[in-house]
């Protein structure tokens, strides 16, 4: 029997299933592009070409989407990234002590002690350093984002950019491009000034010890992985299933719950990749609350709200921002 | 002379049982909301924290529904809170809305002799004789201490209750009932019901839910809408909260204050890490972390708005606390500017981490 997790985040959609000793045998990465629904249906289109759903334990979400999937999917459990990423970095390293994750929008430290979380700490005020920021240096550099860390690797100076803001880093970068220094020295000195900036914001304050883990998207770049070594004076292991490590531990909490409480699994089918979904928003004006509701309609039919704060609307439970307690 | 407040938490609904007593004409601004806020930070300086933002929104609601006059409780304290009624005074004279400041501030601020003179202009309004009045007041005060005893009750057995989501059910009924009763007789009664009732919820004390301590500012911890509602998010997920600043506990720190008998057990809490007033309630924040280990909380959440002053040096204590105590806190710093996706995402994994870290002490590690 396999566990399912799926990671709705901001920038790619990760579909992964584990077998009973919790290894990965499936992994599915596309990018969302502000369409979480497809997203999901996209992955489940490809994965029922192989299993079918009795061969389904249980069911994860997690990312900034996983409301919305597992209303769509009919999920287990529904968990928030820094608990999943947490669990799938202790199940790979039993004494990781430190986790640096940097996904698409948000970047986060999480310190762990003999296996348990003890702090973790979330960018608040700037995306620097985050996929989509490096996405969008490497588009405007020309260079594809696959290679952008190798760039950084080939220089020899790196150049010192100025990192405190994603926007005038950009500027900065575009000032010492016009100024004339080569590309790779530019690339090598914008993984510096990312990596600063991570420590100073994010991990501001927290005691980094090895072994430290770094996963979600951005570990794909090599230069920031030497940027964060050279910084930090360790070593920074990369785990194997770096990019899906969300997805993965969103599977082991849902394996985890499934068989603790000996229930069956609420999936619904991989058949919900035919289903025609919509979202639609309304402003609930029954009280000054003004909650600005979300209801997701499978074939027409509403299969599920959130965003009503008295839980009206909610049919799963009395939920206050639309954690569904299952 | 019709009179409007700003809000804080429930305090409405003290006010408007007093005003309904005294008989006094009043308008009760809509629940703090998007609208206010998008209408206070429009008008405020950017800089200033959230609450006057959240104010200027409610007064201009109340303006709109006919209020010449505005009652606020100051402190000329030495936070931001204490120049409040100044600066709000110039943004909607700016505006050019012609009201009234009244401002109820500190004994020690502005004389016994002044705070009488202030409070006789609102009490002149009232036809009731002097008995009258003093019982209105009474009857006020006690509806605010029954309101926070019932809002405490519920947050702290959500962890308990045998039903999912009782607690939360009977609160929001109580104060949707006690809101739309008009004669404050009857209004109290209804609270007092609703006091029982809440007492004798079905609860369950096997059970032993995560239990976590809100400190803070006492604007953001009490006014739900500047805290994303979390004490309702934490009742959802059945965690016990409990929250020591309430209005009546600040009703009753600045009457005790004038003869320093005020929050004794909490200023010695904090002497062994603050031992210094520093303003606003940077002292109660660090008693009440000091207190939460002691009392066996799992953890402490520390709310305040962006720029506080005196919470900004508490949130700087706070992790010698976690760390000498071994009580895991996190602190949550909320403005207009507040991403609910994040903010949620931090509440859960801390509710998650202090489940965790049970597990594993039961476990024997």
Redo the contacts between chains.
């Keep these: 029997m396999y566990s399912l997790g799926i990671d709705v985040g901001s920038v790619s959609t990760n579909l992964v299933l584990l077998d009973n000793n919790n290894n990965v045998v499936e992994k599915l990465y596309v990018r969302t592009k502000g369409r979480p629904m497809e997203a999901v249906q996209l992955v489940f289109a490809e994965i029922q070409k192989k299993y079918d759903d009795r061969q389904i334990y249980s069911v994860g979400t997690t990312g ?1 989407g996983r409301m919305i999937a597992s209303i769509q999917t009919g999920a287990d459990i529904v ?5 999943a990423h947490a669990v799938a970095a202790i199940q790979t390293e039993r004494d990781v002590k430190t986790v640096l994750e940097i996904g698409g929008q ?1 970047s986060k430290i999480i310190i762990i002690r ?7 700490a ?1 960018n ?1 005020v700037c995306a620097a350093g985050t996929g989509s920021f490096l996405d969008r240096q490497a588009e405007r550099l020309g260079i594809p984002i696959e290679e952008f860390g190798d760039h950084a690797l080939k220089a020899t100076v790196p150049v010192r950019i100025a990192g405190r803001c994603a926007v005038f880093a950009e500027s900065d970068m575009i000032h010492k491009q016009q100024l004339g220094y080569n590309t790779c020295d530019i690339i090598a000195g914008l993984c510096d000034a990312l990596v600063r900036n991570y420590l100073s914001n994010v991990a501001k ?1 927290k005691d980094i010890l090895p072994k430290v883990i770094f996963q979600g998207g951005v570990a794909a770049n090599s230069g920031i992985h030497r940027a964060f070594e050279k910084a930090l004076n360790m070593p920074v292991l990369i785990p194997e299933h770096y990019d899906v490590m969300g997805a993965v531990g969103a599977a082991i909490l849902a394996r985890e719950k499934v068989s603790r409480e000996k229930t069956k699994t609420h999936f619904k089918g991989f058949s919900i990749s035919a289903s025609s979904f919509k979202s639609k928003s309304f402003v609930c004006s029954d ?4 909650c600005e509701v979300v209801s997701v309609l499978e074939n027409q039919q509403p299969v599920g709200y959130f965003g009503d ?3 009206k609307y909610n049919r799963f ?5 639309g ?1 569904a ?1 299952h | 002379m019709k009179i409007t407040i700003p809000h804080m938490g429930n305090v409405y609904i003290a006010v408007k049982i007093l005003f309904d007593g005294l008989g006094i004409d009043y308008v009760i601004p ?2 703090n ?3 206010a806020l998008s209408l206070g930070s429009k008008y405020s300086p950017e800089e200033i924290c959230l609450p006057l933002k959240l104010m200027i929104g409610n007064y201009i609601a109340g303006i709109k529904s006919g209020a010449d006059t505005i009652l606020l409780v100051g402190s000329c304290g030495p936070c931001r809170f204490g120049e409040y009624s100044e600066l709000q005074l110039k943004i909607l004279e700016y505006l050019e809305y012609n009201v009234d400041f009244i401002v109820i501030d500190a004994v020690k601020s502005i004389g016994m002799r002044e705070l009488f003179n202030r409070i006789q202009i609102v009490g002149s309004e009232s036809k009731k004789r002097f008995p009258g009045k003093i019982n209105s007041v009474i009857r006020a005060y006690n509806a605010m201490c029954i309101l926070d005893e019932i809002e405490s009750q519920a947050h702290f057995k959500a962890g308990y209750e045998k039903n ?2 009782e607690c ?2 009977l609160l ?1 009924s109580c104060k949707s009932e006690v809101l739309s009763c008009n004669q404050p007789d009857k209004a109290l009664k209804i609270l007092k019901e609703y006091q029982k009732r809440i007492k004798n919820i079905a609860v369950d004390y096997s059970k032993n839910p995560i239990k976590v301590a809100i400190i803070g500012e006492i604007y953001t911890v009490i006014e739900p809408f500047t805290n ?2 979390i004490e ?2 934490l ?4 965690v016990s909260t409990k929250r020591n600043l309430t209005p009546s506990w600040w009703l009753k720190d600045m009457l005790l204050k004038i003869i320093k008998l005020n929050s004794m057990k909490l200023l010695k809490a904090s002497n062994e890490f603050l031992p210094l007033y520093i303003g606003g309630h940077a002292r109660e924040c660090v008693g009440e972390a000091v207190l939460a280990s002691r009392e066996g909380f799992d953890g402490a959440i520390q709310i305040f708005p962006m720029g506080c002053m005196p919470e900004i040096v508490s949130k700087a204590i706070l ?1 010698t606390i976690s760390r000498e105590k071994k009580l ?1 806190m996190l602190s949550l ?1 909320v403005d207009e500017m507040t991403g ?3 903010y ?3 509440i ?3 509710i ?2 202090l489940e ?2 049970r597990e ?1 002490v039961f476990a024997g ?1």
């Design positions: 900034s968990k928030n990234e820094i608990t948000d003999d296996g348990v979380v003890t702090d973790f979330m608040t304050g009280c000054s609350n003004q704060r008295c839980g439970s009395a939920s206050a921002t954690i307690m | 809509p629940l909301n998007k609208e999912k989501g939360k059910r929001n994303l509602f309702d998010v009742m959802d997920m059945s992790p895991p710093i609910e996706a994040g949620m995402t931090r859960e994994a801390f998650d981490l965790r870290r594993h590690n």
